[in-house]
């Protein structure tokens, strides 16, 4: 059964048209992630919410942002797209966080978005 | 700053041999966890195994065990008997500093591994 859950798989989306990818999670897991991963490249961070704390990445442009309504539900909110934001976005969930912490994260299967 | 390397591109191996994927890293950090993924054409990311710097045994899990070498700074990853089913990229990351509370992962650029029969 899926714990990590994002929809939908594919998204098409117009240049400079909003869009709004979502994630959710069963486990109860306190902290959210979100990754950009374009093809062959490794995933990046492009922001996080510990709990209710929001984290972002000093090179996330400001056209991404974010919003965790519960503990459940993370969506990314990409305001006007360009062509260079076309790629894969990987939502994961860990359950807490520390020096100590061997949690790893777990990923949803992602969101393949593509900008005409 | 952290960083993790991957220095093979592309890895191929025949079914039924094993296979070493390299990781070296680097951190200042004296505690740190050093994670392996593996992704499929698919897309998800499937947690394999981890490492943390403070273990005193390397991590087994199944076929996935992981050559941890702390002076040397590397965290290979070794596949036994290798299947078709285990071509996909994997990737090396590290948990991050205290700077971001632990809680981050940097990633290595991924090895392609292609298993043929």
């Known amino acids: 059964d899926a714990m990590v859950i994002q929809n939908p798989r594919y998204q098409v989306t117009q240049f400079g048209k909003p869009v709004t990818l979502s994630c959710s999670q069963t486990l109860n897991h306190n902290v959210m992630y979100w990754y950009q991963q374009k093809s062959s490249q490794a995933p990046k961070l492009l922001f996080h919410?510990?709990?209710?704390?929001?984290?972002n990445e000093a090179d996330t442009p400001d056209n991404f942002q974010s919003r965790r309504p519960n503990t459940s539900f993370c969506f990314l909110d990409i305001r006007s797209p360009g062509l260079g934001d076309a790629a894969m976005y990987l939502c994961?969930?860990?359950?807490?966080?520390?020096?100590?912490?061997?949690?790893?994260?777990?990923f949803g299967d992602g969101t393949r978005l593509s900008i005409l | 700053a952290q960083k993790i390397t991957q220095t093979q591109p592309g890895m191929f191996v025949q079914e039924k041999e094993a296979v070493t994927l390299d990781c070296t890293y680097d951190?200042?950090?004296?505690?740190?966890?050093l994670f392996w993924y593996k992704q499929p054409s698919s897309g998800e990311m499937i947690f394999l195994i981890y490492q943390g710097s403070y273990d005193q045994q390397n991590a087994t899990e199944g076929r996935y065990s992981l050559n941890f070498q702390k002076a040397r700074k590397s965290a290979n990853l070794v596949i036994s008997a290798s299947q078709l089913g285990d071509s996909a990229m994997y990737f090396c990351?590290?948990?991050?500093?205290?700077?971001?509370?632990?809680?981050?992962?940097?990633f290595g650029k991924g090895t392609m591994l292609l298993v043929s029969p």
């Open positions: 951190t200042s950090d004296p505690s740190y966890g």
């Open positions: 919410y510990y709990d209710k704390d929001f984290n």
């Open positions: 994961a969930t860990s359950r807490d966080r520390g020096r100590a912490s061997n949690q790893p994260q777990h």
């Open positions: 990351a590290m948990r991050g500093g205290a700077a971001t509370g632990y809680s981050t992962l940097t």
